[in-house]
C-alpha cells in the first residue's frame, strides 16, 4: 500500500504558485513548474564519484578490437561494435524524437531534462557535464555515444553476492554511507551503480588474455540478469506521489527529493522491467520451442531474461583477434542489437550524423531495421476464426511485458481488416491507415496503446489544456492503458506496481485479447493484419508544434518525415476464405431484418416441426426458446 502524503511533504498547486510564483517563466500561454534539480534527485551513484576515472573518450576506441568485417569471416558473426552501433542503446543521445521531447520537458518544467539525460547519456552525466539539463551543454562530444560500452561494462550488481568482483563490497557500501544506496525492491529512475574506475565487467568467465591495458577484467553475473536493464526501462515521475486517500498523483513540495524514493508511488511513465518482474518469465521463464528468441546459441530455448530475447545467443566472436587459440571463436556470443520497438528512428540518426561518430552505414541500418521487425514479428500470435456472421480475432502476447511496452507517446499496434467479394473487390475495410499523411482510423478497429494526461489541477496551474495530453512531465492521469499483459499477469501484482490496465480488464492469467468484427454481405474473404507503430503523427506534431526554445522540434519532425512517417510493421497478418453465413437469426423469410412477418412464419408452425424455418435452435420443435430468439433480433 502506498503511504499517504503528509502535509509537510506536500503542497497544493494553488498555494505553491504563491510562494514561488516568482520563480515561475512564462512559456508562451504556458507556466513552467518551477522545479529544480533537487526535485529529480535519484539514489545510485553520483556524478563524479570520489577516485573517479574517466569513461572512454569514445566507442570508437573499443572498435579497434571488437568491430571485424563478417564478410571476411564468414564463419565468425557478430562483430559487438557494429551490432552495438546499428542499436537505439548506442544511438539513445543522438535521437532526435528524444532531443526534441527534452526540450520540452525543460520547458514544462524547470531541470527535468537532467533525469531524462542520465539514462540517455550516462557517461556524460556520470562525468558531470548534464547539470543544465540541456542536451546542448552536455556534448563533449563523445557523449552522444549514449549507453555506451564504456559505461555498461562499469556497471555493478546492486546485491552483493560472493560470485561478484569484491571490490563492488566496498563500492556498494560507499554508497550505503553516503546515504545513496539505491533500494534494489525500487528499480528504475537511472538508479544505476558503476564502478568509479575504469575496470570492465562482463558475463563471461572464462576470458584467460587480458587486452584492456590497465583496465582490469571481471567476471559479473550480474550483466546477464535483467537487473543490469532495470535502472533505465523502469521510470516514475518523482515530481508526484500517490496519495491513497484522494486515489490521486499529487505533486510534491517544490526543491525537494521525492518524499520516499519509492519508484511505484511516483506516476507511472513506463514500468518494462517491473511488468517483466510480475510475469512467468521471472520465475519458471517460458520455453518457446519455435525458438522465435533466444537465437540459434541459446542452451534450452526456456526465456527468462531480458537478455535471453534482447541480446540472443549465436555462433560467433567478440573479439577481432578471435582466431587464436585463447580467444576464438564461441557458440554463445551475446548479439549487441538490443532489438526492440524502434522501427524509424536509426535511420533518423543515419541521416543527420557523421557515420564516423555513430558507426552507421546503410548495411548496419537495414539489418538493425530487420532485426525490430523480427522482434515485433516474434512478440505476438495471432488467431482468426469465423462464427457465423462475426470474425473473431485473438491477438496473443508472446513479450515479456505488456504488448507493447516502453513510454507510452505515440506506441501503438491495431488490427486492420479487409473484407474482400469473390472478385477479390474491398467490400469494407475496418482500421485503415493513410500511409500518405499517416493517420489511422482508429473509431473502426481495435487499438492498443496507452494514453497519459493532466488533471484540472495541473491544467489551472501551467495553462496547458485538460485531458490527454503528451506533455510527459505534467502527466498525472492515465487516460487509457488496454495494453496487452504478459505470462503470468496477475491483477493483484500489477496493481501493486501501479501499472495494471485502464479502461480494459483482464482476468489473471490472460495474456490475450479478443477482438470480434461482423461480416459484411458479399464477403467471402477476409484479410486481418496486425500492425505496430512506432511513433504517431499526434505525437510528432506535438513535438514540432510545442517547442518554443530551439529548433529541435521542427529537426525531428523532418527526419520523421524523410523515413516515411513511422511507416507501420507487420507483426502478423492472415488471410481467411470466409463461409456463407446463416444470416440474423430469426430473419425467416430472409429479407435482411427481423420483423412481423418472421413472426407470424415461426407461429405458424408451433410444436413438433422438423425442417421447420422456425425452428432456430435446431432442435426439431419450435417453440418458446425460438421465440425469444427471434424477439432478441427483432427489428
Not at 233 to 240: A, E, S, Y
Request: proline share 6%.
Amino acid at each position: 500500500m502506498v503511504p499517504k502524503a503528509t502535509k509537510a511533504r506536500f503542497a497544493t498547486l494553488g498555494s505553491l504558485f504563491v510562494l514561488v510564483g516568482g520563480l515561475t517563466v512564462a512559456l508562451a500561454e504556458q507556466t513552467q513548474l518551477p522545479t529544480t534539480a533537487e526535485d529529480f534527485f535519484q539514489p545510485g551513484t553520483q556524478p563524479l564519484p570520489d577516485g573517479f576515472q574517466a569513461f572512454e573518450a569514445s566507442s570508437l576506441t573499443c572498435a579497434g578490437c571488437h568491430k571485424f568485417d563478417d564478410d571476411d569471416n564468414p564463419d565468425v558473426i557478430t562483430s559487438p561494435y557494429i551490432t552495438w552501433a546499428g542499436s537505439m542503446m548506442a544511438q539513445s543521445a543522438r535521437d532526435p524524437v528524444w532531443q526534441a521531447a527534452v526540450t520540452i520537458a525543460n520547458q514544462d518544467a524547470a531541470g527535468a531534462g537532467e533525469y531524462c539525460i542520465r539514462c540517455h547519456a550516462p557517461m556524460g552525466w556520470g562525468s558531470g557535464r548534464s547539470t543544465s539539463g540541456n542536451v546542448d551543454d552536455l556534448w563533449d562530444p563523445d557523449d552522444t555515444d549514449g549507453v555506451a560500452c564504456g559505461f555498461c561494462h562499469r556497471m555493478v550488481d546492486p546485491v552483493f553476492s560472493a560470485e561478484n568482483p569484491a571490490q563492488d563490497e566496498d563500492i556498494l557500501q560507499s554508497l550505503v554511507d553516503a546515504g545513496t544506496y539505491p533500494d534494489p525492491a525500487s528499480p528504475g529512475n537511472g538508479r544505476f551503480i558503476f564502478d568509479p574506475i575504469d575496470d570492465r565487467r562482463g558475463p563471461l568467465d572464462d576470458i584467460s588474455v587480458n587486452m584492456h591495458g590497465a583496465a582490469q577484467i571481471w567476471h559479473s553475473p550480474h550483466h546477464s540478469e535483467s537487473s543490469t536493464c532495470a535502472p533505465c526501462h523502469d521510470l516514475g515521475n518523482p515530481v508526484f506521489t500517490w496519495n491513497e486517500s484522494t486515489e490521486k498523483y499529487e505533486f510534491n513540495a517544490v526543491d525537494e527529493a521525492h518524499p520516499d524514493q519509492n519508484t511505484y508511488h511516483m506516476f507511472p511513465e513506463q514500468r518494462t522491467y517491473s511488468e517483466w518482474a510480475n510475469s512467468e518469465y521471472a520465475t519458471t521463464g517460458v520455453a518457446f520451442p519455435d525458438g522465435r528468441f533466444g537465437g540459434d546459441g541459446h542452451p534450452d530455448g526456456v526465456m527468462k531474461s531480458c537478455q535471453d530475447c534482447h541480446m540472443p545467443k549465436t555462433h560467433g566472436a567478440n573479439c577481432s583477434f578471435w582466431y587464436l587459440p585463447d580467444i576464438g571463436a564461441r557458440d554463445d556470443i551475446d548479439v549487441h542489437g538490443f532489438a526492440g520497438g524502434n522501427t524509424w528512428v536509426i535511420g533518423a540518426v543515419h541521416d543527420l550524423w557523421d557515420p564516423i561518430y555513430t558507426g552507421l552505414t546503410d548495411d548496419v541500418v537495414n539489418m538493425s531495421m530487420q532485426r525490430t521487425v523480427d522482434m515485433l514479428a516474434a512478440a505476438s500470435d495471432m488467431d482468426v476464426v469465423q462464427d457465423n456472421d462475426q470474425l473473431d480475432i485473438r491477438v496473443t502476447n508472446w513479450s515479456g511485458h505488456k504488448l507493447p511496452t516502453g513510454m507510452p507517446e505515440g506506441r501503438r499496434m491495431w488490427l486492420n481488416v479487409q473484407f474482400l467479394d469473390s472478385a477479390g473487390i474491398t467490400v469494407e475495410e475496418l482500421g485503415s491507415y493513410n500511409w500518405q499523411n499517416a493517420s489511422l482510423d482508429e473509431s473502426s478497429t481495435q487499438v492498443w496503446e496507452a494514453k497519459l494526461g493532466v488533471s484540472q489541477t495541473i491544467a489551472d496551474a501551467t495553462g496547458i489544456a485538460e485531458g490527454e495530453s503528451f506533455h510527459l512531465v505534467l502527466c498525472d492521469e492515465i487516460i487509457k492503458d488496454n495494453r496487452i499483459p504478459p505470462v503470468g499477469f496477475t491483477n493483484a501484482a500489477f496493481d501493486a506496481i501501479h501499472a495494471n490496465s485502464v479502461g480494459e480488464i483482464y482476468v489473471d492469467g490472460q495474456h490475450w485479447s479478443d477482438a470480434a468484427f461482423v461480416i459484411p454481405d458479399g464477403a467471402t474473404q477476409a484479410v486481418v493484419t496486425l500492425y505496430f507503430q512506432t511513433t504517431t503523427r499526434e505525437m510528432m506534431e506535438f513535438l514540432r508544434d510545442a517547442n518554443v526554445t530551439d529548433d529541435k522540434g521542427q529537426i525531428a519532425w523532418d527526419a520523421y518525415v524523410a523515413r516515411g512517417m513511422s511507416p507501420p510493421v507487420i507483426m502478423d497478418s492472415t488471410t481467411l476464405d470466409l463461409e456463407p453465413t446463416k444470416g440474423i437469426p430469426g430473419d425467416i423469410n430472409e429479407d435482411g431484418e427481423v420483423a412481423v412477418d418472421d413472426l407470424l412464419i415461426l407461429l405458424s408452425q408451433w410444436g413438433s416441426c422438423i425442417g421447420c424455418s422456425g425452428d432456430l435452435d435446431g432442435n426439431d420443435s419450435v417453440g418458446v426458446d425460438d421465440l425469444l430468439l427471434l424477439l432478441s433480433n427483432f427489428g
